[in-house]
């Protein structure tokens, strides 16, 4: 199907991203003095250090994809995620701009630890916008596709009694439960057995029948290859490839093992 027939979710043009890291601050650095200095001269603090993520990068994605983003460490993969969520500025460039409200899922989302699991998804999907109506008909099932309760009944304990891949696997499961525009999702496919992996797996093609976008950063080139039919390969915060997942991680494979 030609691109202009096809509807886009996610646009990034020439988007750069930079964010600051604060670190301590020599005396007198921030006396009134030291700031007028670097006001006039245009200085910036000494403290501050800026990490230039990502570089320049431009790509359309189109509904009904699902796009690995591939890396070294540090590569800008998860800044990038993170930018399309809205959760980062684009420092300058044509900026970055998508369809809807993107959902950022990573292995970090926050839950509440000292609720139980059951009470977790129910907040979950009432943050989501479901009505309560649609929490009680599809918690049972969120529940069961995350396998938490295969040793045991853990829905009912606190989260803080979870493993941190029983933890990831809730995530992902409350996540995926609803249809979203633009799903983006961070090494949750890395966490649980094969099992589990096979059926998440399962639920991002689902979702992109539904006419979703998903973008998937993943150190598993599996994953990747099982889930994705288009990958972007991001180094040292530019984009080096973009196209056919098979194509994309040939590069890449052939770049890492130099």
């Not at 301590?24 to 230039?52: C, D, F, M, Q, W």
């Not at 699902?66 to 460490?73: M, R």
């Not at 915060?237 to 130099?258: C, H, M, Q, W």
């Amino acid at each position: 199907m030609a691109d202009i027939e096809r509807e886009p979710t996610v646009i990034a043009d020439n988007a750069h991203i930079v964010y600051r890291i604060y670190g301590s601050v020599a005396p007198g650095a921030n006396s009134p003095l030291a700031s007028l200095k670097r006001i006039v001269t245009g200085k910036k603090s000494a403290a501050v250090r800026e990490v230039h993520a990502v570089k320049g990068a431009s790509f359309v994605a189109y509904k009904g994809e699902a796009i690995g983003l591939i890396g070294s460490n540090g590569s800008g993969k998860s800044t990038l995620l993170r930018a399309i969520a809205g959760l980062l500025p684009v420092e300058r460039g044509g900026g970055i701009f998508a369809a809807g409200q993107p959902s950022l899922l990573g292995v970090n989302a926050a839950l509440m630890n000292d609720l139980s699991g059951e009470r977790n998804v129910e907040l979950g999907c009432l943050a989501m916008g479901m009505s309560p109506d649609e929490v009680k008909e599809q918690a049972p099932g969120i529940i069961d596709f995350s396998g938490i309760n295969e040793r045991g009944d853990f829905s009912s304990l606190p989260m803080k009694t979870y493993s941190s891949g029983m933890a990831a696997r809730l995530r992902f499961s409350i996540a995926a439960a609803k249809k979203h525009d633009v799903l983006l999702i961070d090494e949750a496919l890395a966490t649980g057995d094969a099992k589990f992996r096979k059926r998440s797996e399962q639920r991002v093609r689902d979702l992109r029948k539904d006419a979703g976008t998903v973008f998937l950063v993943s150190h598993s080139e599996q994953s990747i290859r099982d889930t994705c039919e288009r990958s972007i390969w991001l180094e040292s915060g530019a984009i080096r490839a973009d196209g056919p997942t098979d194509d994309v991680l040939k590069e890449y494979e052939s770049f890492v093992n130099k």
